[in-house]
């Protein structure tokens, strides 16, 4: 890895690169964070590993581009799976809630599919919490505090709010 320390790298760039992954990443995406820093020093070891920094620009200038390029494109994947979801809600959406006979067997596919939706980060507890487990119960399980474990499912809910719209109407009439 020609001159470079990684752990050293890693280190002096930390800040800037969480920065500018905060300022570039959607904010209803900001679970992601932790996905978009192990990409961008994947990606910067890498490249230091087969001499792909040229020295052109300071370090930090080079590895701020990847900062920013990765979180793009972790917005334009998020962006992609929210418009995948809402394509299918509201293709499927109609037909979930026809028959009064099998309704309740409909709303827990809806339910299912609805959650296969929801960022990872979030599923786990969101199931837990639909299992009947209690705040403590679920950051326990997680090896997480008990403030994340709220934070997620709100976030889970606005993510409904913003993803799903109309959905809400629906379970208003049953």
Request: proline share 1%; hydrophobic share 35%.
């Amino acid at each position: 890895m020609a001159n470079f320390d990684f752990e050293s790298v890693v280190k002096e760039t930390k800040y800037l690169v969480l920065k500018t992954i905060g300022e570039t990443l959607i904010d209803r995406f900001d679970d992601a964070t932790e996905d978009v820093v192990q990409e961008v020093y994947f990606r910067v070891f890498k490249s230091l590993e087969k001499g792909g920094f040229d020295g052109r620009s300071k370090l930090s200038t080079w590895i701020f581009t990847i900062a920013k390029n990765e979180s793009l494109r972790m917005n334009e994947k998020r962006l992609r799976e929210e418009e995948k979801a809402k394509r299918y809600l509201q293709k499927n959406k109609s037909n979930l809630f026809q028959s009064d006979e099998n309704h309740a067997l409909l709303k827990q596919e809806w339910i299912e599919s609805t959650l296969l939706k929801i960022p990872e980060v979030y599923q786990k507890t969101v199931r837990l919490y639909l299992s009947g487990k209690t705040m403590d119960e679920i950051a326990n399980e997680l090896n997480i505090k008990e403030g994340t474990v709220k934070s997620r499912l709100f976030r889970t809910k606005e993510w409904i709010r913003k993803s799903l719209p109309g959905v809400k109407n629906e379970f208003q009439e049953s």
